[in-house]
């Protein structure tokens, strides 16, 4: 008979899901969702089902590699795990005593969302400080942005969606990225409320709204302050709520004022009356929430972008009510206990934006970096301008990577250590989409010789002096890590048995009126460039989106699509004499791919769709298009600056000089 064993999924998802293991003679045979998360309600993605493929997959590495000759240019052979880390904490030594504890780098995602992954940071303070990174691939705008207004970003508990009569889905598709909110808005339109889907492409989520406002790419900030500029002009603010909460108004409505209602309607193609009827519907329907999502959060503006959607919801006194608010994540630190990260041990600091990564190992000088430490991601795949990334790793001395199998990043590695998956360590989830926290409690033992990323960092700390300070069992760190949740009455053994609310989240933020803001109050937005970059040689604007089939750029070889493909609308198809099916050349600034045309008529004009984390080995990889551009508040990767062409294969001309044509890659399932 199998065994039950509670866990939670720790892949960089908001949805983080409570999961029954089942264990048979030491093997896990099946997920299902835990039946008492109160988040995601005992059912899965199916990414999450199919995730025993990945675990017992025989792609995935089970021992420690190193290249055969030293040379990324040489197979990998397996060596013993004594050898691997005595040759990296040899080579930490000898650049801390020649160059410097600057030229090491270590570079950590969110490939995990385990608590104990932070004490990888714990454990390059007390050697003293190395080169990390700054900034976001993700979320970094958001943040930034909601700081600004609210003081931090704090979204609404998901299960206050309930007490909307409107919710605005402005650019977030549940149906492929946050599966467990599609029950609430069903919930909500069955109580006699409306659902809007605001997105330049009619996505599957379409199919739960009431109606679907498809603006032009990249035009957010207009159309937020067009509806902004007919409820003030109609009188439809909350000028008690403006007047005792909020700091900032003159400013923010001089910003209005230098646009016409005429203007905002031409930039972001809503025709006049039909922002009226949104702008009316919003002010008036209290209370009225807005679900805000990741496509808003690639743009040189876009933390200004969530800063006027944000002021939207404060004129029509829509934040601090149950039903209301704008949401887009949560702060997933603020039950840990910081000062295990040890950063009063750093006397070096260095930092790279993550969204300029290739370029800031290249021009890192006194010293350059020679040696850079991975784990918890995959720099070259994700990062902006790929191309450059695997330029600036080619260029390195040792390239560590920490991973379960090999990625892109690997491809430019020295040594690999394997770790171990959720499935085989003991953790904690503090999620990012809802305030549920999980027990991570290993199903079965580490599979052949991988290791946790705490173990193989607790290895290294014993060969470089740092064994006692980085000593103790999984449980143990937990603990520390997570003492302020134990004074908040949750131990962590309760933690392990089953899915626990965190007692500190509110689920309504602000309720009290009160915002860590420099004012105290809500803080208007009072500047934004509305205007998108346009290139004439690159007329389409390059947007990436998630899939159904795989996280990122987690995915199986047998599982990789078999050519890439991107989908356009049929105005854009139109205008490159390109046909549905066809394979094309799409070219950026800094590269190019071989893709397949799907011609969509639900996508937007003048844009692009291609899902991101299909391997570049594989012909894939969008970021090869993508420019390294950064946002103006958060160091956020702004993916969505990048502008593409689209040229038939016939009379295509040769690469430009610094791009890279591909062999062909993926096809993919519809997603936004």
């Known amino acids: 008979m199998a065994e039950k064993i509670y866990t939670s999924c720790t892949l960089d998802c908001p949805d983080g899901c409570g999961i029954v293991a089942h264990v048979e003679d030491g093997r896990v045979i099946r997920l299902e969702g835990h039946p008492d998360h109160e988040f995601t309600r005992g059912y899965l ?109 704090l979204g609404h508990d998901p299960s206050d969606m309930l007490n909307s009569r409107l ?94 209602l005429e203007g905002l309607s031409a930039a972001c193609g809503i025709a006049i009356p039909d922002l009226q009827c949104v702008a009316r519907e919003y002010a008036t329907t209290r209370p009225a929430s807005i679900l805000l999502g990741w496509g808003l959060n690639k743009y040189k503006n876009s933390a200004e972008i969530f800063r006027c959607v944000d002021a939207l919801a404060a004129i029509c006194g829509q934040i601090g009510v149950a039903g209301g608010g704008v949401s887009h994540g949560f702060d997933t630190q603020r039950l840990f206990d910081k000062s295990l990260d040890a950063s009063d041990r750093a006397s070096h600091h260095r930092a790279i934006p993550e969204p300029l990564l290739g370029r800031g190992l290249l021009e890192a000088k006194d010293p350059p970096i020679r040696m850079l430490f991975v784990n918890g991601g995959n720099p070259v795949n994700q990062s902006p301008n790929s191309n450059l990334v695997a330029r600036a790793l080619r260029q390195l001395e040792c390239v560590v990577v920490v991973d379960s199998f090999l990625t892109d990043t690997t491809d430019y590695a020295h040594l690999f250590l394997p770790t171990t998956t959720f499935l085989e360590e003991e953790d904690a989830l503090v999620s ?109 604007t390059f947007v990436t989106n998630f899939s159904k089939k795989w996280l990122l750029s987690q995915m199986l070889e047998t599982e990789h699509p078999k050519t890439a493909s ?6 854009a198809a139109r205008k490159a004499g390109i046909a549905n099916g066809e394979i094309a050349l799409l070219r950026s600034a800094v590269g190019e791919l071989r893709v397949e045309v799907l011609v969509d008529p639900r996508v937007g004009a003048d844009m692009v769709i291609m899902p991101v984390g299909t391997w570049m080995k594989r012909g894939g990889g969008a970021n090869v298009l993508t420019e390294d551009v950064m946002s103006n508040f958060g160091e956020m990767a702004a993916y969505g600056e990048t502008r593409v062409r689209l040229e038939p294969i016939a009379r295509a001309s040769g690469p430009e000089e610094g791009a890279s044509v591909t062999p062909l890659a993926s096809d993919w399932q519809m997603t936004q």
């Open 432 to 540: 990012w989409g809802h305030n549920i926290l999980g027990g991570v409690n290993a199903a079965i033992p580490p599979l052949g010789e991988s290791r946790s990323d705490l173990r193989i960092y607790q290895d290294l700390a014993a060969r470089l002096g740092l064994a006692e300070e980085m000593a103790g069992t999984p449980r143990q760190w937990l603990e520390r890590i997570l003492a302020p949740l134990t004074k908040k009455g949750v131990s962590v053994d309760e933690l392990m048995k089953g899915p626990v609310r965190c007692p500190v989240a509110p689920l309504v933020p602000f309720s009290d009126r009160r915002f860590p803001t420099p004012s105290g109050r809500f803080e208007f937005v009072t500047d934004v460039d509305i205007v998108p970059r346009v290139d004439a040689d690159f007329p389409l």
């Open 45 to 153: 993605c199916a990414k999450t089902y199919r995730f025993p493929r990945r675990l017992y997959s025989a792609e995935r590495q089970l021992y420690p590699l190193a290249r055969a000759d030293g040379t990324i240019h040489s197979p990998w052979v397996r060596i013993e795990w004594d050898d691997a880390l005595d040759r990296i904490a040899a080579g930490i030594e000898a650049l801390k005593q020649s160059d410097g504890p600057l030229s090491i780098m270590h570079y950590q995602r969110t490939g995990s969302w385990g608590a104990t992954k932070k004490l990888s940071h714990r454990f390059w303070n007390l050697l003293g400080g190395v080169t990390t990174t700054s900034g976001s691939l993700c979320s970094g705008a958001a943040r930034a942005g909601q700081k600004l207004d609210f003081g931090t970003r």
């Open 167 to 260: 919710v605005v889905l402005w650019g977030r598709n549940p149906l492929a990225t946050n599966l467990h909110v599609v029950p609430l808005l069903k919930s909500v339109r069955e109580q006699g409320g409306r659902v809007i889907l605001v997105d330049p492409v009619r996505s599957e989520s379409a199919t739960l709204c009431d109606q679907h406002i498809q603006p032009r790419v990249a035009s957010d900030a207009a159309l937020a302050l067009a509806l902004a500029k007919i409820i003030l002009a109609e009188g439809l603010e909350d000028k008690a709520f403006i007047a005792h909460h909020t700091h900032g108004f003159a400013g923010y409505c001089k910003l209005i004022e230098r646009h016409s």
């Open 566 to 571: 991107i989908r356009v609308g049929e105005e």
